[in-house]
């Protein structure tokens, strides 16, 4: 726990009394390793291999799901529903 505030109070009724208000922060302290696996460990390495480069990869247009998008002559008229 680190101690991040403390607050003392005096007024006229606590006079005689010290009270005191300490807020405290938990901090968690761990410690991390990196490591590496072969490949043959794991269940799908084709799935879950490193990144490789594939060169030049060309966009190609996709289809919305149906029922997924509007048709470009709806975009500027109000939609109606049933």
Same mark, same amino acid.
């Given at each position: 726990m680190m101690l991040t505030s403390l607050e003392v109070t005096r007024d006229k009724t606590s006079y005689n009394t010290l009270m005191v208000t300490a807020t405290l922060r938990q901090i968690i302290i761990v410690s991390t390793q990196a490591t590496t696996l072969p490949q043959s460990s794991q269940a799908? =390495?084709?799935? &879950?291999?490193? $990144?490789?480069? /594939?060169? &030049? /990869? $060309?966009?190609? @247009?996709?289809? =919305? @799901? +149906?029922?997924?998008?509007? =048709? +470009?002559? @709806?975009? &500027? @008229?109000?939609?109606?529903? +049933?």
């Open positions: 799908t =390495p084709e799935n &879950t291999a490193a $990144v490789q480069n /594939v060169g &030049t /990869v $060309v966009p190609i @247009a996709g289809n =919305p @799901a +149906p029922g997924g998008a509007l =048709p +470009p002559t @709806a975009w &500027t @008229a109000p939609l109606k529903f +049933p």
